[in-house]
Nanobody, 120 residues
Framework: QVQLVESGGGLVQAGGSLRLSCAAS????????MGWYRQAPGKQRELVAT???????NYADSVKGRFAISRDNAKNTVDLQMNRLKPEDTAVYYC??????????????WGQGTQVTVSS
């Protein structure tokens, strides 16, 4: 069971920046994919960005060019640098870890979430 703890959320004005960090309870070397998802009030949880164990990144179109995901396997962390924030980025942001178990079986782990609020 991987425990994930997020930090770094808060209130920021539009155009500002925030950096989210997620610490895993065990070595991220064993985790195939790590990522960030978000959920705004009344909406479904959506992918923000993911990064594979090989460093391949994937971003939602809405954040491309503004957000950057990175992982540090020495520190067992995954970070999300968010620049040029917009009010529509307001959401609870969740850290995710995905580990391949066997064949088509994957284990998903989630953090408790951190609130990001962008004021206009």
């Amino acid at each position: 069971q991987v425990q994930l703890v997020e930090s770094g959320g808060g209130l920021v004005q539009a155009g500002g920046s925030l950096r989210l960090s997620c610490a895993a309870s065990e070595s991220t070397l064993s985790i195939n994919h790590m990522g960030w998802y978000r959920q705004a009030p009344g909406k479904q949880r959506e992918l923000v960005a993911t990064i594979s164990s090989g460093g391949i990144t994937n971003y939602a179109d809405s954040v491309k060019g503004r957000f950057a995901i990175s992982r540090d396997n020495a520190k067992n962390t995954v970070d999300l640098q968010m620049n040029r924030l917009k009010p529509e980025d307001t959401a609870v942001y969740y850290c995710n870890a995905r580990r391949h178990v066997r064949l088509t079986v994957w284990d998903d782990y989630w953090g408790q979430g951190t609130q990001v609020t962008v004021s206009s």
